[in-house]
């Protein structure tokens, strides 16, 4: 079966607010997309909904909680990213909710982003492997957040503080879905991409993969999606429209 071809996805923005589970989440995939757009002077600030405390089998939470945000901030500065929030969400065990849905429409609020982008939130990755339950909740209440952030009578208290509801969301893009339509073209930043991610050193040496090798890794999925958008290195989104019947 000849691979599906890919649309270009639009550039033709300011800033854009990435909502991920984990610290990781972003360097395994989209990283490098964020260090094109960073060096075409655009803005893009990430999220953290958790810290990623529970992912070192051998390291009690408390303590790689803080080595996890200090990995994440440094892999974030390769790429261009100055603002990290961690929203502080129990690492394994978040849930699609009103909490969740709260707190990201705030960071909506505050940061007024043209795009929102997140990760893979299907139930699996396109084959019988299972999402891991924190990016389904996390992807599905992004989208939801979206529609929250604009409407002031949804989390109004937050206007209390000072936020505005925020429509300018044009559109959610998730990362690495199977169900992705777009690309973008990564081959001039894929190696600042595999930076960010060994920047993760604490964490991978934690999964104990043997022979792990980043390069390998990343291109495992950016060469195979550059072929569908017709250049060498490319990550794959999937396009939510915020505008009713597109
Ligand atoms: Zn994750």
């Not at 505050?110 to 084959?127: L, S």
């Amino acid at each position: 079966m000849e691979p599906q071809p890919l649309e270009a996805i639009d550039e033709n923005w300011r800033t854009a607010l990435v909502v991920v589970a984990h610290p990781d989440d972003v360097e395994f995939g989209a990283a490098a997309a964020v260090a094109r757009w960073t060096g075409q002077g655009k803005d893009v600030i990430y999220c953290m909904v958790t810290s990623g405390e529970a992912g070192i089998d051998s390291m009690p939470p408390d303590e790689c909680r803080e080595v996890r945000m200090d990995e994440e901030i440094a892999s974030a500065a390769i790429v261009g990213v100055s603002v990290v929030e961690f929203l502080g969400f129990p690492d394994g065990t978040v849930e699609h909710g009103s909490t969740l849905r709260r707190a990201i429409a705030e960071q909506i609020r505050r940061h007024r982003p043209d795009i929102v982008i997140t990760g893979n939130f299907h139930e699996t990755w396109g084959g019988r492997t299972p999402n891991q339950a924190d990016h389904v909740a996390v992807g599905r209440a992004t989208l939801n957040a979206v529609a929250d952030a604009a409407n002031r009578w949804i989390f109004a208290d937050q206007l209390l503080e000072g936020l505005e509801p925020w429509a300018g969301v044009r559109q959610v893009w998730a990362a690495g879905s199977p169900e992705s339509t777009h690309a973008v073209d990564i081959t001039e930043t894929f190696g600042t991409g595999v930076e960010s991610l060994r920047a993760h050193r604490a964490y991978l040496d934690g999964l104990g993969w043997e022979n792990f090798d980043p390069v390998e890794m990343l291109e495992g999925m950016s060469r195979p999606t550059g072929t569908r958008l017709g250049v060498t290195h490319a990550t794959a989104f999937e396009v939510f429209s915020t505008t009713w019947g597109e």
